[in-house]
């Protein structure tokens, strides 16, 4: 299991679940969006990593989403990522 964080545009970074898998990890991310902004959509996950964390922007451009678990375990399952949630 490796920690998810959501990295406000202040640099300030929320804990926001403890995840094994990159489908776990865009579950969570969505589940956090819809509780704190309901009605933003998002369109597209851009995904990079950085600093030894992956980074996930899902379209604030200045917050983001940042896992440390590995890139390959993100995109390592061949599972459509996207078909976990609504």
Request: proline residues 1%.
């Amino acid at each position: 299991m490796a920690k998810l964080w959501f990295q406000r545009s202040n640099g300030e970074e929320v804990f926001i679940a403890d995840c094994a898998t990159g489908k776990e990890v865009s579950v969570e991310v969505h589940k956090y969006l819809d509780k704190v902004n309901p009605s933003f959509k998002s369109y597209y996950t851009r995904v990079w990593e950085e600093n030894g964390r992956v980074m996930l922007d899902v379209g604030s451009w200045s917050e983001f989403f940042a896992w440390e678990g590995k890139i390959n375990d993100y995109f390592g399952s061949g599972e459509d990522i996207k078909s976990s949630y609504k």
